[in-house]
């Protein structure tokens, strides 16, 4: 695992205030790391066999845990669990379980919690009860609202709602407790996204529902006013969008061609069209064209981009905090490389050679990427052990985990293999459920 950024408060596992460039985080040495979550000030990772660490500020609760904040401790409360994903809010936590169960902990004082009771803040990791009926594939952390998405195929929304991030028609009042997206009802959605106070649905088929803050042009409507209602991102129609990710007041689209397109708050350069103009529109960001992108993500003010032909990580945006990796702190208007030694996953393994008693690996090691995250003014890589020749993830080939119940060629050989008589409860109920 790689850092940098901003880890004035431990949220990036290092001893000094700023990391400029990439750097190891001892902690992970050895380490399978399945998903990261970055919060303003705290992040959340996720090992492969569903153990949870965190670190970072702990004010609030974010941490779930009362240990010192510079070193990643386990939520030992999830001990019991096997968590499978993990988002962060500006102070607060969701995590998921195998199961579809939704746990929550931290800042609870706008509802997003989804704990009925609203309490300030929770310190230990509680169970999200409305919807324990409900088997969740996916849950997102906007700052101070919550998203869920169910393998039935619907969106629930909670929490703050001043401008209409929750979806649900209305703005002002928060929520407290889980709500259906009604408008949304039967569409089939592949992803669920959340910015600063903005919310994105992506159907299985490319086509791209935002709704909240929009006063930077967030949600690319070409207008900036804010939507209660989920809204149609019509210019990026024809664009077949496969992943799209959201930055505080800005979003990043990725296409199945492995285009970006960015649009929303611009000032610091996020948006990578060499200028600070805000964009009320999706614009592709040009400077990436020619190079296959398969990953994207955003911070606060941030975006990164990678490139697997090249092993390459591009960033551009707000540099203040040492998040774009480029041994500054200038902002950068278009992408610029982040400093390290990348391999391609297709490049030859450097060989162990002896040079004067040193080996390669002492004296330049390469990192090939597996997975890219951003969040808050901080930055993660988490790269690949010698071992493992598995490609980097690409984020534009829908996984299996994570999804709704779809139709699927395994699914039906298996109904189909069950010979006669009584079908199980387990069939009846995914036919139900997909049909």
Not at 172 to 199: D, E, K, T, W
Not at 278 to 299: D, S
Request: aromatic share 8%; charged share 20%.
């Amino acid at each position: 695992m790689l850092c940098w950024g901003n880890a004035s408060y431990g949220q990036g596992l290092d001893d000094e205030e700023i990391v400029l460039e990439p750097r190891k985080c001892e902690f992970f040495e050895g380490k399978r790391v399945r998903d990261v979550g970055c919060g303003r000030r705290h992040s959340v990772f996720l090992l492969e066999d569903g153990t949870v660490y965190t670190c970072g500020c702990n004010d609030l609760g974010q941490l779930g845990h009362d240990k010192a904040r510079k070193k990643p401790e386990q939520v030992v409360s999830l001990d019991a669990q096997n968590i499978v994903a993990v988002s962060c809010g500006e102070a607060h936590t969701l995590a998921l379980n195998d199961k579809g169960q939704v746990f929550a902990w931290g800042l609870g004082s706008d509802g997003q919690l989804g704990l009925s009771n609203i309490e300030d803040l929770i310190r230990v990791p509680r169970t999200v009860k409305s919807l324990s009926e409900v088997h969740i594939a996916q849950v997102a952390c906007g700052y101070w609202h919550s998203l869920a998405l169910a393998r039935g195929g619907q969106i629930f929304s909670w929490g703050q709602n001043k401008y209409g991030q929750l979806g649900l028609g209305m703005q002002g009042a928060g929520v407290s407790s889980p709500q259906v997206v009604q408008s949304l009802q039967g569409v089939p959605f592949a992803q669920i996204s959340a910015g600063g106070s903005h919310s994105f649905g992506l159907t299985l088929s490319g086509a791209v529902f935002g709704w909240g803050s929009n006063k930077f042009g967030q949600l690319g409507l070409s207008e900036n006013d804010d939507r209660h209602f989920p809204a149609l991102l019509k210019a990026l129609r024809s664009q077949r969008v496969v992943y799209i990710c959201c930055g505080e007041d800005h979003t990043a689209a990725l296409t199945k061609e492995g285009g970006v397109f960015t649009f929303g708050a611009g000032g610091y350069g996020q948006l990578g069209h060499n200028t600070t103009n805000h964009e009320v529109n999706p614009r592709k960001v040009f400077e990436l064209m020619g190079n296959v992108v398969t990953q994207i993500a955003c911070g606060r003010q941030h975006t990164l981009a990678f490139i697997p032909s090249s092993g390459k990580i591009d960033s551009f945006g707000l540099g203040g905090n040492g998040q774009l990796g480029t041994r500054s702190t200038y902002n950068r208007m278009s992408p610029a490389p982040v400093k390290g030694c990348w391999r391609a996953h297709t490049d030859p393994v450097p060989m162990d050679v002896d040079l004067n008693g040193l080996s390669i690996s002492e004296v330049e090691q390469s990192f090939c990427v597996k997975r890219i995250y951003a969040g808050g003014d901080q930055s993660f890589a988490h790269y690949a052990l010698s071992q493992d020749d598995s490609p980097p993830v690409d984020l534009r080939i829908t996984r299996p985990d994570g999804q709704i119940y779809t139709l699927s060629n395994d699914l039906i050989q298996k109904w189909l293999n069950h010979g006669h008589g009584r079908l199980s409860p387990e069939i009846t109920k995914t036919q139900l459920k997909i049909f």
